[in-house]
């Protein structure tokens, strides 16, 4: 085709054409690019059910304006019919009604049931709390804004340089700033005197 012996109007149809085309081509690679991370795929056994594989998934449950807390996984899948989020390498807060962080975890694996409104924290759970305790445990469940956190299986407790605690099982106040320690206990307290 030569473009010499084309009228200015064709001219003007082709040069229009060719910009829509490359619009198109444009947003169809942009779509690929912000979403070649998210694969989403329609199960064929059950139309109701959808899963979502995804890097980088970030959940949190706030209400009249204050955080109550929020995860974040490093990949994660989501499944519509269960309602659950199963999360790998999981950090996050809890907050308290001041929108402060009152205690935060790290832990390689977690959930969140939608249904149950709770999250749970699997294998290498690691805690912090407001007053700088920490906990290391292997399971965390947290049930909901008024109930006690637990964390079960070889918990092992330690405030600053006057605590070492080890233990089955540890409720944690709601307001995070208090624990009681259940089961098989060894406690190891100190004075000002012994840690100098």
Avoid: C
């Avoid at 405030?159 to 605690?165: F, M, V």
């Amino acid at each position: 085709m030569d473009l010499r012996n084309l009228s200015k109007k064709q001219k003007a149809y082709i040069t229009v054409f060719a910009a829509i085309v490359g619009l198109l081509a444009w947003a169809f690679i942009s779509a690929g690019v912000i979403t070649h991370n998210f694969n989403r795929s329609q199960l064929q056994t059950d139309q109701d059910r959808q899963e979502a594989l995804i890097d980088g998934i970030i959940l949190t449950e706030t209400k009249d304006e204050k955080k109550y807390w929020e995860i974040y996984g490093e990949t994660g899948n989501y499944d519509s019919k269960n309602g659950v989020a199963l999360l790998n390498n999981v950090i996050g807060n809890f907050y308290d009604d001041e929108n402060n962080v009152s205690m935060s975890f790290e832990s390689s694996r977690g959930t969140y049931n939608e249904k149950k409104e709770q999250i749970i924290l699997y294998e290498d759970t690691f805690i912090v709390l407001k007053d700088l305790t920490t906990l290391r445990a292997n399971r965390l469940v947290w049930s909901g804004r008024d109930i006690p956190v637990v964390a079960e299986g070889n918990v092992r407790i330690t405030r600053k340089t006057d605590l070492l605690a080890t233990a089955n099982k540890v409720e944690i106040s709601p307001d995070y700033d208090r624990f009681k320690i259940i089961g098989n206990t060894v406690s190891k307290v100190y004075s000002d005197k012994e840690t100098k």
